[in-house]
Structures are given as C-alpha cells and as structure tokens.
C-alpha cells in the first residue's frame, strides 16, 4: 500500500514541541494512526492500540501501571476506550514539563472531548483529521481554500486539470485512504464493511438499543438529503422511527465526523433568514454507496448530480482548513424568501459569496444573488462560481470562476 502524506503532518511535527499532548480526532479508516506511525519512524517513540482488550483492561484498571509501561514519548491509539488514562497523562505532564511525550487518537470526537477538556485544558493541542482531500490525493501543497487570485494561479501551476467525467469519478470513489491507495478496488464493497464494521460498532458503543436495519436506512435517508436543509421528520419517516431518534443519531454522526452542518449566515443586519442548518458528508463515496448509485457515469446524470457535487465541494474546500489545522469558517445564506447562496466563507474580515455549479459556461445571472449580502456589517468580497470549468476565469470584476478540480 502507498503512504499518501497528509497535509496535517507538518502541524503535527510543529505542535509536538510546543505541547507535552497532541490529540488527533477523526473517523475511523481516514489515515491518523498510519500517519502517526509514519511520522515516528526512526524516534524512539512507541505505539499502544487500546482495540487491544488486554492493553484496554489494563488502562482502566490500573492506568498508573500502564503509563509505566508504555513510557512517553508514546503513542495511544484509541484513547476514548480508557478515559481514565487522562487524570495520569496530566500528573505526567505537570510533573515532566515534555513537549510531545503524548500522542493520542480518537474515532468519538465529543466524548473525548469532554475527557480532554477535563484534564488537559491548556496541555494538549487537539487537531482533526478527515478523509482525503483532492489535493493530497493529487499529492499538491493545500493551504486553506481562499478566494484570491494569485493563490488560484499558484494552484493551477500545481495540479493536472480535471473534466467532469474525473470529477464525478473522484465524487463516486470517495476519499477513504483504503480506497483511494487502491489497497481494496471496489469502492462499494469497501463502504459496505466500513459500515457494518466501523460505524455499527462505533455507533452501538455511543447508543445501546440500535437496530442495525433502522440504523442503515436512517443513514440512507440522511445521504438522501445532502446538500438539503436539515429536515428531521423527513429523515424520521423514512427511517421508520421517532424524531428523538432522529436527532440522537444524527447527533451521533456527528460525533463521529461522518457529517457536519453549515449554518446559516447571519448577523443583525440581516433580517428575514432562515435558521435551519444544511447537511454534509464528509466523504461522497459513502453518500453514492449509500443512495445505490452503480456507477459515477449514472450519477453524473442522474437525479442526485447538483446536490452530490455541491457536496463534495463543500467538504473539499473544509478539509483544506480541517487537514490545515484550521477551522473553517463557512456558511450558507437563504431568506425567508427562498434566496440562497450555496456557501459563504469568512475570513480576514470579509465574506466571499460562491455559487456550486455542474455548468462548465457560468453567467452573471449566478452571481446576482450575491448583493443580498451588501447590507451584512463584514463587508463582501470577492465571489466566485464553482463549476466544470477547465481554467480558472472571470465573470466580471468583482467574480471569478473557479474549477472544482482546483480546491
């Protein structure tokens, strides 16, 4: 299998000696323990998996002793399995005062949190990593996604062109590391296991009654809805089960960075929006496996293709912020009168307006939604469409147009 470096090692190296603890979060299968592994060849730091019962049992049960040990510098993989570790890994820090003696992973990201900010606020620094993103697939540098021009060309200087053909087959593939180092061939089979193995267990661990038939369809009515403002009861009906339900395994999907929201943009300027988040997958491949699509050239035309593309450029231009270490900033926009704006970013005191679309000729009819956002108090930048255009060009001056292949 190929190593396929990650952009979030060069934070990892440079956190670890300004931290006694570095945490890494993330789903299952995306790559944190093989990165850390990577990372260690050649020092003298070792390795612990508390998927081991053995080494987990001890971690509970005498977590002093297991700290002896497995002395620091050390890597902990799954740490949320014991987190009785914490109080000992602080009496470790406080007494040694070591940058980087701890690494630690973890797949449930909120109850891990809640260990970490219990008893190591201040001691650990806490990054995310998720599944692939474009540029590290195509092995280019990723700074976070910005909309300014020199940037774009430097980035086109970087990369090989994508048509639409490669995009909906990056779209289909997914980005899990197993699927895209063609460590296994069949994406769908691959999405299948990681269900029934990963998200299953993970999910029955964080949920004790769960009918793994309600939970595979709940999740199909979810990927269903992508890119859609969030609509509990629909996804409840679909599923057969109760809102309640609903909201608590959508809470968990979360928890486990298989989804995530973008929220309205708002502030007290602007009146009449609406306050309901829009649901994302963080990685496509799961959405096309779970909504049954056979293949990219079907998807590519089928009813699905503008919210399964919006999708994946919303969670492409995330994970350039994410893998850098970085929280996005990102939002979408809609009044009370149905005007959207598919994504707006925040940054350096500006707010830039972009519209996703499949069209490789955009206009200026795209972009005059964006004035709606000239009476908000950050001032508006410059805006963009995202669609199958080759190059990167302009619609007028204040709008460029920016290839999906380029994020």
Same mark, same amino acid.
């Given at each position: ?6 952009? /979030?090692?060069?934070?990892?190296n440079?956190?670890t ?49 297991f ?21 000992y ?17 973890g797949?449930?990201?909120f109850? &891990? ?35 300014? /021009?020199?940037? /774009? ?13 490669? !995009? ?24 299948s ?6 998200i299953?267990?993970?999910?029955k ?40 339900q ?11 960075? !298989?989804?995530?929201?973008l ?6 300027? &602007?009146?009449?929006l ?15 496996y ?5 293949s ?8 699905m ?9 919303v ?35 500006m707010?830039?307006?972009?519209e ?24 508006r930048?410059k ?9 990167v ?15």
């Amino acid at each position: 299998m190929n190593y396929i470096p990650r952009n /979030l090692e060069q934070i990892v190296n440079q956190v670890t000696k300004e931290y006694p603890a570095v945490l890494v979060t993330g789903p299952r299968q995306v790559g944190k323990t093989t990165m850390l592994r990577k990372l260690m060849e050649g020092s003298d730091r070792s390795y612990v998996s508390l998927d081991d019962l053995g080494e987990r049992s001890l971690a509970r049960e005498d977590p002093e002793l297991f700290l002896q040990m497995h002395k620091p510098p050390v890597l902990i993989d799954e740490v949320q399995y014991a987190p009785e570790l914490f109080t000992y890994i602080k009496i470790y820090v406080d007494t040694r005062q070591e940058p980087g003696a701890f690494w630690l992973t973890g797949s449930q990201v909120f109850r &891990l949190m809640d260990g970490v900010q219990e008893s190591l606020a201040g001691r650990v620094a806490v990054l995310s990593l998720t599944s692939l993103a474009q540029a590290e697939i195509c092995g280019s540098p990723m700074p976070p996604f910005e909309l300014e /021009l020199d940037a /774009l060309r430097e980035r086109e200087g970087e990369r090989t062109p994508a048509d639409v053909n490669e !995009i909906f087959q990056r779209i289909y593939r997914g980005s899990m590391p197993a699927v895209v180092s063609r460590q296994v061939s069949n994406s769908q089979i691959f999405y299948s296991s990681y269900i029934s193995t990963y998200i299953e267990r993970d999910v029955k661990e964080l949920s004790e009654a769960i009918d793994s038939l309600k939970f595979f369809r709940f999740m199909t009515a979810a990927a269903a809805r992508c890119s859609q403002m969030l609509n509990v009861s629909e996804i409840a009906q679909d599923a057969d089960i109760n809102q309640k339900q609903a909201k608590d395994w959508l809470q968990i999907l979360e928890k486990l960075g !298989i989804i995530f929201y973008l929220h309205p943009y708002s502030n007290n300027l &602007l009146k009449r929006l609406v306050k309901t988040p829009k649901l994302y997958f963080y990685d496509s491949g799961l959405v096309c496996y779970l909504t049954r699509w056979s293949s990219a050239e079907v998807l590519q035309s089928g009813a699905m293709n503008g919210a399964v593309l919006e999708n994946y450029v919303v969670s492409e231009i995330a994970k350039t912020y994410i893998n850098s270490g970085r929280e996005p900033y990102m939002y979408y926009y809609r009044d009370k009168d149905a005007r959207e704006i598919d994504l707006v970013l925040e940054h350096d005191g500006m707010l830039n307006p972009l519209e996703i679309k499949k069209t490789s000729n955009p206009g200026t009819e795209l972009t005059r939604v964006f004035g709606l956002l000239d009476k908000a108090s950050v001032p508006r930048g410059k805006g963009a469409v995202i669609c199958m255009r080759m190059k990167v060009g302009a619609i007028d001056r204040d709008n460029y147009i920016v290839p999906v292949w380029l994020i």
